[in-house]
């Protein structure tokens, strides 16, 4: 079954970088994009950046342009998120997601979702 | 871009319906049919419900279905239990610039 397994909780202070990561099993990794959204306490949900693990391709969302950077290993099946320069409205929950549909053909919906890490940011 | 507007509540007795608007615009919403609503439960991974406005994934009860008129997209829960209380939340494509954007949220309390 598809799985994404995302690493613990973190806690960091205002400035620092957090590299969150999300493991993939279940299907063939390089076929479906991964996305990130995060939702901070008391907030809706907020689209933050795609990766495609074929080839490497990001897109982010222009909120978090230049702050946040995705990355993938192929050989692990595993995506990872770094945010830097971190604010205390940066706390929230960061979850990965996988999109369905595949290379060439996304199907622009998230058909599964990663456990959620949670990241605390403060001095 | 500005986060698709939800009304903050929701409640309804078991066995009632309750019905969720998502209110967007002609450039996520109105423009697409990539609508999708997702339940999120405390310490859970969220959870696809609808798809493409009205479609529902595989395993999803047909007490769930979703419907759209101009800029504004329906979630309708019939038949309530008492799983269905947790938040949800409604999102559209974009276009290539946006993407992809969210919801503000709906608690649906089951009384």
């Known amino acids: 079954q598809v799985q994404l397994v995302q690493s613990g909780a973190e806690v960091k202070e205002p400035g620092a970088s957090v590299k969150l990561s999300c493991k993939a099993s279940g299907y063939t990794f390089t076929t479906n994009y991964v996305h990130w959204v995060r939702q901070a306490p008391g907030q809706g949900l907020d689209w933050m950046a795609l990766i495609v693990p074929s080839d490497g391709y990001t897109i982010y969302a222009q909120s978090f342009q230049g702050r946040v950077t995705l990355t993938r290993d192929t050989s692990t099946r595993t995506v990872y998120m770094e945010l830097s320069s971190l604010r205390s409205d940066d706390t929230a929950f960061y979850y990965c997601?996988?999109?369905?549909?595949?290379?060439?053909?996304?199907?622009?919906?998230?058909?599964?979702w990663g456990q959620g890490t949670l990241v605390t940011v403060s001095s | 871009q500005s986060a698709l507007t939800q009304p903050p509540s929701a409640s309804g007795s078991p066995g009632q319906s309750v019905t969720i608007s998502c209110t967007g615009s002609s450039s996520d919403v109105g423009g697409y049919s990539y609508v999708s609503w997702y339940q999120l439960h405390p310490g859970r991974a969220p959870k696809l419900i609808i798809y493409e406005v009205t479609k529902r994934p595989s395993g999803v009860p047909d007490r769930f279905s979703g419907s759209k008129s101009g800029n504004t997209a329906s979630l309708t829960v019939s038949g309530l239990q008492a799983e269905d209380e947790a938040d949800y939340y409604c999102s559209s494509y974009a276009g290539s610039n946006t993407h992809y954007v969210f919801g503000t949220g709906t608690k649906v309390t089951v009384l």
């Open positions: 997601a996988r999109e369905a549909g595949g290379i060439g053909a996304p199907a622009k919906r998230f058909d599964y």
